[in-house]
């Protein structure tokens, strides 16, 4: 079978201009995947501890925990992305042998996004009507039962909702990795759309990014009506 992508069909400037779109939105795809996922391991916990030791509505108040966490979360949130990257450079070169590459990016789109989930969490949790605690609590439950058993699930389309953006948000950062090393679309931009003066590579570029980032949205809507209708 001929491939559809052989360069004596198609040419071979469109061959390679759909070689590099294509092996930099892999990257991309790559680079979001394994940061989301990373950063919802870090970010849960965070967003769940910065609920329960909220010193005014928590299960378990404690001031200086929940005051010394959410200062170390502003500070990350606050930092630029691009500046973010530059100050992990060693840390990313310690962890993964590499600063640049779509390995290495992946540490500071993790660093970056671990804040924003944790007050994504924190915030759905806050959401939840207070008298679903007070009823956990009233069947002896224990405070693990109700985060887990009641809190969570309760929240989940509000956490769906943010974790959606929180995908969004990745997108348009893993661009900006590109920048500095780190592959994927905004490497395509930059290098062949602004240093060679390649329009049709910029042009494509940003397609593919709104296109992933309407997909995106789209899907999280629709798994959050669901979960909202089924309540």
Excluded: C, W
Aim: overall charge positive; aromatic content about 6%.
């Amino acid at each position: 079978m001929v491939s559809i992508i052989n360069p004596e069909i198609i040419g071979p400037e469109v061959y390679k201009f759909l070689s590099v779109i294509g092996i930099s939105t892999l990257q991309t795809y790559v680079m979001v995947l394994f940061s989301t996922i990373f950063s919802m391991i870090i970010g849960i916990p965070l967003g769940i501890i910065l609920f329960t030791r909220n010193p005014s509505s928590g299960l378990k108040p404690n001031t200086l925990i929940y005051q010394s966490l959410s200062v170390i979360i502003n500070i990350l949130r606050a930092i630029p992305f691009v500046i973010l990257v530059i100050l992990l450079l060693p840390f990313t070169r310690a962890l993964v042998h590499t600063a640049i590459g779509t390995k290495a990016s992946i540490v500071p789109l993790t660093i970056a996004a671990a804040p924003f989930v944790a007050r994504v969490i924190e915030s759905s949790l806050k959401e939840v009507d207070p008298g679903v605690i007070q009823a956990g609590r009233s069947m002896g439950s224990t405070n693990n039962q109700i985060i887990f058993k009641i809190l969570i699930p309760e929240a989940l389309p509000s956490i769906v909702n943010g974790i959606t953006l929180t995908i969004i948000n990745l997108i348009g950062y893993s661009a900006m990795a590109g920048t500095v090393g780190g592959g994927g679309l905004g490497d395509v931009a930059i290098r062949y759309g602004y240093q060679r003066y390649r329009v049709g590579y910029m042009i494509g570029s940003v397609v593919i990014i709104l296109l992933l980032v309407e997909i995106i949205q789209l899907i999280g809507t629709h798994i959050s009506n669901r979960m909202q209708a089924k309540r």
